[in-house]
């Protein structure tokens, strides 16, 4: 009995029209205060006015299974907050994506389906510790070099 070749991805159309979202897996949801420790950490808490966010996309493939995960930290005056979380995308048999198309599937595709459960995670967790929600901004595609180019809009729409 031989194994059937795994079928080669050739496109990020290709790719949209084979994988289904499957689900959201939340890896990590986390928040502490700063209020209440004696030396806290740069990672712990930011200066007044120096509130930050560092937003990191990572992406793995197994089987018939890609999962593509969005982790934010946010840094403000009077905490820290964390989010990881991922679209799960399924196809209907195993697959070999390049790297290429793997990236700008993750971009274009899985980005602005995590980005609003980011959001509310980020949110969610300042709300319990009572302090300042930071909001992260809607997803902008232009700004971070992830606006779809002109054959990538025609998948989308």
Do not use: C, W
Request: proline share 6%; glycine share 6%; no cysteine.
């Amino acid at each position: 009995m031989s194994a059937r070749p795994v079928r080669k991805v050739s496109s990020l159309e290709e790719l949209q029209q084979l994988a289904e979202l499957f689900d959201i897996v939340y890896y990590e949801v986390s928040g502490r205060r700063a209020d209440g420790f004696d030396q806290p950490s740069e990672e712990t808490v930011g200066e007044v006015g120096d509130d930050h966010a560092d937003i990191q996309l990572m992406q793995r493939m197994e089987g018939n299974r890609l999962a593509v995960r969005t982790r934010a930290m946010v840094v403000t005056s009077e905490g820290r907050m964390v989010a990881d979380i991922a679209a799960v995308f399924r196809t209907p048999e195993p697959v070999s994506i390049p790297a290429a198309i793997a990236k700008r599937f993750a971009e274009v595709i899985a980005t602005p389906v995590t980005r609003p459960y980011l959001r509310e995670a980020i949110h969610q967790s300042a709300v319990k510790l009572g302090i300042a929600a930071p909001l992260l901004s809607v997803l902008d595609l232009e700004e971070v070099g992830l606006l779809p180019t002109v054959a990538e809009r025609r998948v989308l729409t």
